[in-house]
Every structure is written in C-alpha cells, then in structure tokens.
T-cell receptor
Framework: DTEVTQTPKHLVMGMTNKKSLKCEQHMGHRAMYWYKQKAKKPPELMFVYSYEKLSINESVPSRFSPECPNSSLLNLHLHALQPEDSALYLCASSPGLAGGREQFFGPGTRLTVL | QKEVEQNSGPLSVPEGAIASLNCTYSDRGSQSFFWYRQYSGKSPELIMF????GDKEDGRFTAQLNKASQYVSLLIRDSQPSDSATYLCAVNSGGSNYKLTFGKGTLLTVNP
C-alpha cells in the first residue's frame, strides 16, 4: 500500500495563528520529507527526516517547525506565517535516503494565509 | 548547480497517439530518475522510475534512460484524455544524497 496521508486537506489561517499540518505513512519507510509547492512550480524541499532525526533543513524560516514523533508520523508546526507562505504543502516518504530511492507524496494540504 | 530541464509545453497530442516527454540533466553522477504525474490542484504521483540505461516498460508507459547523453524520456502509448496533466521529471544523485532535483514540468494535453 503506497499511501501517505495528510491532514487537513485545506487550512486557512491568520498571520498570528498557530496551526499544525500532519502526515502519516504505514509503508515502513524510514525517510520523510516536507515540500512546499507554489502554483505552476515544482516542489521545493523544506525538511528531511531520516530514522526520526532531522537530516536536512533547507534554510527554512523558523516560523516553520518540523517534528517527527515516531517513524510513521511527521508534523509541521506553523506560527506567524506570512501571506507569501500560502502554498500546497506536501509530505513524502521513501524507504530510506541511501541510493536515491523513490519518494511517494501525500495528497497535500492547501494552505492560505490571510 | 544541478539542473533538470524539460520543455514546458504545452504538448498537445490526439487521443490514441504516442506522447513523448523529454528531460535532460546536468549532473553526470545522477543515479536515479523519476517521472511524476501531477493533475491540476493535486499532488505529484509517481508513475515511473528508472536506474539503469535502457528502457523500462509499465503498461502504457515506457521510461528511457541514456546516461551518456544525460537524457531521460517518458513515452505514453495510446494516450487518453485522462493522461492530460503536468509531468515532472526528477533526478537524484544517489548514494546518501537525499535530494530530488525537479524539472519545471511539461504540460500534456490529450485531445479527444
């Protein structure tokens, strides 16, 4: 079952709100990712977790805070976002980092910041 | 700077035809290659991956890799209107490298 789930599907938040995005996979994958995608652009990598440890932070502003509670779950905590942060936020997982294995994306959360 | 280039399109083909999507990459050390299909407003869906030179077929899809020419392509046989989407080429340099480098995508339209 190649499925990654994400909640919520849509989120509207003000610039002073705190919210969280959630991602779950049950494929036994050991690497999980957060991407941001703006309209008509390819996904941009934000964070990579490998074996529940943060491996990569692609110089993402601190208003985005990732968390990996266990090997199946990945959260993205949002605080004091800006309107330009409005985008589709995608979670992905892969069997591991080594060997450049395939990544499977979840359905995404459409975020609007007012 | 690792780059992945695709024609942005749109590529328009009639129903039943073969659609040919092309991608070139700059990093000669790249080891794994992926094609994602993305419908408007949806997330990318992995449809093919290829690691070795040559062809790989899965149903109506064939991925072709030529590492010497740094070129990867996707052929869609018997194209259907439901194939209309943006196709993203993604390249990974392998080893412990985690990062997929995406092309900007090619918009394919299949006309009934």
């Amino acid at each position: 079952d190649t499925e990654v789930t994400q909640t919520p599907k849509h989120l509207v938040m003000g610039m002073t709100n705190k919210k969280s995005l959630k991602c779950e996979q049950h494929m036994g994958h050991r690497a999980m990712y957060w991407y941001k995608q703006k309209a008509k652009k390819p996904p941009e990598l934000m964070f990579v977790y490998s074996y529940e440890k943060l491996s990569i932070n692609e110089s993402v502003p601190s208003r985005f805070s990732p968390e990996c509670p266990n090997s199946s779950l990945l959260n993205l905590h949002l605080h004091a976002l800006q309107p330009e942060d409005s985008a589709l936020y995608l979670c992905a997982s892969s069997p591991g980092l080594a060997g450049g294995r395939e990544q499977f994306f979840g359905p995404g959360t459409r975020l609007t910041v007012l | 700077q690792k780059e992945v280039e695709q024609n942005s399109g749109p590529l328009s083909v009639p129903e039943g035809a073969i659609a040919s999507l092309n991608c070139t990459y700059s990093d000669r050390g790249s080891q794994s290659f992926f094609w994602y299909r993305q419908y408007s407003g949806k997330s990318p869906e992995l449809i093919m991956f290829i690691y070795s030179n040559g062809d790989k077929e899965d149903g109506r899809f064939t991925a072709q890799l030529n590492k010497a020419s740094q070129y990867v392509s996707l052929l869609i046989r018997d194209s259907q209107p439901s194939d209309s989407a943006t196709y993203l080429c993604a390249v990974n340099s392998g080893g412990s490298n985690y990062k997929l480098t995406f092309g900007k995508g090619t918009l394919l339209t299949v006309n009934p």
